[in-house]
Each structure stands twice: as structure tokens, then as C-alpha cells.
């Protein structure tokens, strides 16, 4: 939960094992949906996570997909790996090859820094867009 007592994440997997030594939780293949500090929801998953004790720090091993379909928005969808994330500030971050997909254009890059809250969302290096155009109506 965030300061706020809503909800920030939730997180579901086949095995959830909890650390003796710092209490934080690592999941395997785990599902989830993480509610940005606008009231949207982000579903993904993720070959593994780990969040540490407080709900702080969530990070997302191996392949992870992100995707966002909201009403009177064009729905995003973020492919990428080895992702960090602050659930209570809606903010992530990673070093790794990203693509961002919408409604007529998916751009890559290396290296991400997102605000979900405010859809900010930066590529760093190696930025490459494709812009698709809808098919005319005749």
C-alpha cells in the first residue's frame, strides 16, 4: 500500500518465498498489476521478482511485459528485461534494451526511465521509432 493506504501493486506466482534475514519476497514467473498514482492499472509479468520488505522496491528479472489498456486512452504495452521499480512513486527504471508500444508507433531503445503516473517515458540510447499509419477507409 502506498502512504496513502491505496493500493500500489499486487503480485501472484506458483512460489512466493520470504527471506529470513531482510524479509523481502522473491517470486517465480509471477503475474501482476501495479496501479500508477493516476488510478491506472499496469499488467505484467516477468520470469521473477523480488520486492523488498517495506513494498519499496520491486524488481522484475529476466523478460518482463508491462501493458496499460485504459478507457479514452490508446493502450501501451513495454517490453523489456531486468526492470526496477518504485511502486509507491509509479516510477521505473532499467539499463536493458526497451520497446514502447501504442496505437501507431512502437519505439526502442537502450536504457528506460519511466513515470507512469505522468506517461513519461525516456529511452536513452539506440533510439529507433516506427510510426504505423491506419489503412484509409475508402
Avoid: C
Avoid at 506466482?13 to 496501479?35: A, C, E, H, Q, W
Avoid at 519499496?56 to 528485461?81: K, N, Y
Avoid at 532499467?94 to 536504457?111: C, K, M, P
Amino acid at each position: 500500500l502506498g502512504d496513502d493506504g491505496k493500493l500500489t501493486f499486487r503480485m501472484t506466482g506458483p512460489i512466493l518465498t520470504r527471506s529470513d534475514k531482510d524479509n523481502s519476497i522473491f517470486v517465480t514467473t509471477p503475474g501482476y498489476v501495479m496501479v500508477d498514482g493516476a488510478g491506472r492499472n499496469w499488467k505484467g509479468s516477468s520470469d521473477a521478482a523480488w520486492v523488498d520488505k517495506g513494498g519499496t522496491i520491486m524488481q522484475l528479472r529476466g523478460a518482463v511485459v508491462m501493458h496499460s489498456e485504459q478507457e479514452g486512452r490508446d493502450p501501451a504495452t513495454i517490453t523489456s528485461s531486468d526492470v526496477t521499480i518504485w511502486p509507491k512513486t509509479s516510477k521505473l527504471a532499467t539499463d536493458a534494451r526497451a520497446t514502447i508500444e501504442q496505437t501507431g508507433s512502437i519505439v526502442s531503445g537502450t536504457g528506460l526511465r519511466a513515470d507512469l503516473t505522468t506517461q513519461t517515458m525516456e529511452l536513452l540510447a539506440d533510439v529507433h521509432n516506427r510510426f504505423q499509419t491506419k489503412p484509409v477507409a475508402r
